[in-house]
């Protein structure tokens, strides 16, 4: 089952891309007020993407034998994972003002660049 795990790996990259780039894309039309949002492709197809991204990340640490509770750079990176999805949330759904939402942009940004590093370097 390791010879899947360079797939694995390369689809989860991929998803995570696409994760980021479709956040950032929203949160320009969030910033723009534009009724984009609400078609229905836009609502659905993060919520796929960013399962397909789940899934290739729990068949990696299930491939590497990676229990969060030994590898803590993975616990962190959960941590993190739900700090990046906390605000998504913020920033797309109760975000009041454009001052809100660039604080919670610069912070998903944060989060995702702190799982890109825990996923490279593995700290701890």
Known sequence: MT???????HLHMLFAMVSIIGFLARSGLKFADSP?????????????????????????????????????????????????????LFVLKWSTGNAQRV?????????????GFLAVAKPF
């Not at 609502?43 to 030994?70: E, Q, R, S, W, Y």
């Not at 604080?103 to 799982?115: I, K, R, Y």
Request: proline letters at 5%; aromatic letters at 6%; charged letters at 10%.
């Open 36 to 88: 984009l949002l609400a078609k229905k492709p836009l609502k659905i197809l993060p919520h796929v993407n960013d399962t397909l991204l789940l899934l290739c990340g729990i068949l990696m640490a299930a491939t590497a034998g990676l229990n969060p509770f030994v590898h803590l750079w993975l616990l962190a990176k959960i941590g993190l994972l739900l700090a990046y999805i906390a605000c998504g």
């Open 3 to 9: 010879e899947l795990y360079p797939a694995l790996k």
């Open 103 to 115: 604080a919670g942009v610069l912070l998903a940004l944060a989060c995702f660049g702190g799982m």
